[in-house]
């Protein structure tokens, strides 16, 4: 039931198709779907196809998306992440209907607990860790009971209630479901429904101290919002069954979980206990380091909401897991960037050109176009004056064939300016070049050229008398493998060492107006964004990518 202003342009996904045929059906008017994050760390790539998932659901599809935390373990959330995740949300362009808690739901949840004890299915379990998974058996031999399986009903329920008094110390009592310990499903052998943790909850402060586990809170909350389609990774698969048998017993709203399979992104790691590792033993900067898959990361790199939504929308929903290139990430920035970021000229490793026959202590001011992908950016005024920089790489002593830029004898183009031919260079005591010294062509200024003189070379330049000194920050990918995860040994050991090198940078006065988070084409050289830690005094920009995919360059 796709209205007809949201006509898909490609063919549905298996989930699209599932909510489209109950639609059609009349089952649902329309659907309600969640984005249950636990605030434990803050949310990454993986989180953000999981977020343009359900939210995307509601934008194609009537109904609505609720954002639930699923904050049911007070010894590892924090609001620091709970406001984390909302700024990532939005930021990436979604907006939820309700922000629910699974904290806002423990009352109902105990109140479920205690009707399973009363119907008993669910009893009180003094064993410890240990025991409980060597009774539970294995996927070819069947688990056994435990002694305290057989309590009574009146016997668990004075447990239960001194567990929820704090009577009992952390670890030496749960409560279980009573199923079946011989289940084909090793989920279903009695799992634990209820622990005991005395800690102070972000929400609840001290009033709980047993709290409910993921599997029990995760439908249940569901069943309370009326959620329809329950939207899930993989690896929740086999969870589905307790999911659906603990709704049954309960009687309570059917709501139905899917699963899709998550696409993994190579050259990185998204497990939120690795990136914390990575967090606090210093390998990063912190959870925005732009090194991170965090999408917080992303953002202070320099990556814009759009190109994440394209790649989420590009890698599309299977129910297969498969290995994502992160080349494909970093070519949708680059396109979206390509259309939108402003060129600016900053050289990164400079040379001086000395331009001899420009008078000393005159600026001249020349034009150049701030995008041409988009003629409404208009164009900026540069300085140009007798001394300027270029990189080093564009000059050569001794030119090869097919050499382009600046040379012994050779003209070139400066971007935005003249016409200057290589007349004389000078070197230093151990041989290298430290001067370039050229004359300017009159009548060659572009856009306003008259000499019929044709150069194959365009360099980008910065007048040093002007030049805005900036610190750059060169990222690269964080890792050097694939997959770390998956090679021997601790997956910190493929870090990879060249991942941030950090250098000084000459820009054109121009870029001195950047705001906070500004991308920009610095020409020839890559995407680059202002960087929070920028001051008034020292500007910072980080490269968000290089102009093309030099890691694939690289392995050819």
Request: proline share 4%; net charge negative.
């Amino acid at each position: 039931m796709i209205t007809e202003d949201k006509k898909e342009e490609k063919s549905l996904n298996f989930i699209e198709e599932i909510i489209d045929a109950d639609l059609q059906s009349g089952k649902y008017t329309q659907i309600i779907t969640r984005f249950p994050p636990e605030p434990n760390g803050y949310l990454h790539i993986g989180h953000a196809t999981s977020i343009c998932l359900n939210f995307g659901l509601t934008k194609k599809f009537p109904g609505y998306t609720n954002l639930r935390f699923d904050d049911t373990n007070p010894v590892t959330e924090d609001t620091e992440y709970v406001e984390n995740i909302k700024n990532d949300i939005r930021w990436l362009g979604f907006e939820w209907e309700n922000e629910n808690y699974a904290s806002d739901y423990f009352d109902t949840l105990y109140g479920y607990a205690i009707k399973l004890i009363n119907e008993g299915l669910a009893y009180v379990d003094d064993s410890t860790s240990e025991e409980i998974a060597t009774l539970k058996g294995t996927p070819t031999e069947p688990g056994k009971d435990s002694p305290y399986r057989n309590r009574s009903v009146e016997e668990n329920l004075a447990l239960f209630e001194q567990m929820k008094n704090g009577d009992f110390p952390d670890g030496s009592r749960t409560l279980r479901a009573k199923i079946d310990m011989a289940h084909i499903n090793m989920l279903m052998r009695d799992p634990i429904l209820y622990r005991i943790k005395h800690a102070h909850h972000h929400r609840t402060g001290n009033k709980w101290c047993i709290y409910p586990m993921y599997d029990f809170a995760h439908g249940q909350s569901d069943a309370i919002e009326t959620v329809t389609h329950s939207i899930c990774t993989l690896e929740f698969a086999p969870h589905r069954e307790l999911y659906d048998w603990l709704i049954e017993k309960l009687g309570i709203y059917t709501s139905h979980q899917y699963e899709f399979a998550r696409r993994n992104l190579n050259y990185t790691v998204t497990s939120k206990r690795k990136l914390l590792q990575l967090v606090q033993e210093g390998h990063v900067s912190g959870w925005d380091d732009p090194r991170m898959p965090t999408i917080s990361g992303m953002r202070r790199r320099g990556y814009t909401a759009f190109s994440i939504r394209d790649f989420c929308d590009r890698i599309g929903v299977a129910k297969r897991e498969n290995m994502v290139d992160v080349g494909l990430l970093e070519f949708c920035v680059r396109e979206d960037l390509n259309k939108q970021a402003l060129r600016r000229m900053v050289v990164l490793d400079p040379l001086k050109v000395v331009i001899t026959n420009f008078p000393e202590g005159v600026t001249e001011m020349c034009h150049s176009e701030n995008n041409p992908e988009d003629i409404s950016t208009g164009n900026r005024e540069i300085p140009f004056s007798r001394e300027i920089f270029i990189e080093k790489e564009d000059f050569m002593e001794v030119p090869s064939k097919k050499y382009f830029r600046l040379a012994p004898g050779k003209m070139v183009r400066l971007k935005g300016a003249y016409i200057i031919q290589c007349d004389d260079f000078v070197k230093d005591e151990n041989g290298d070049i430290t001067e370039v010294r050229c004359t300017y062509i009159e009548n060659s200024k572009s856009g306003q050229d008259t000499t019929g003189i044709n150069v194959k070379g365009t360099l980008h330049w910065v007048s040093a008398a002007h030049a805005a000194e900036i610190e750059v920050r060169l990222y690269d990918r964080l890792f050097s493998v694939e997959d770390p995860s998956s090679e021997e040994g601790d997956f910190k050991d493929y870090l990879n060492p060249d991942s941030l090198h950090v250098i000084t940078g000459y820009a054109e006065p121009a870029l001195l107006e950047a705001k906070e988070g500004e991308s920009f084409q610095f020409l020839r050289k890559g995407y680059f964004a202002k960087d929070p830690d920028s001051t008034a005094d020292k500007l910072v920009f980080n490269r968000t990518s290089t102009l093309r995919d030099n890691w694939a360059k690289a392995a050819n």
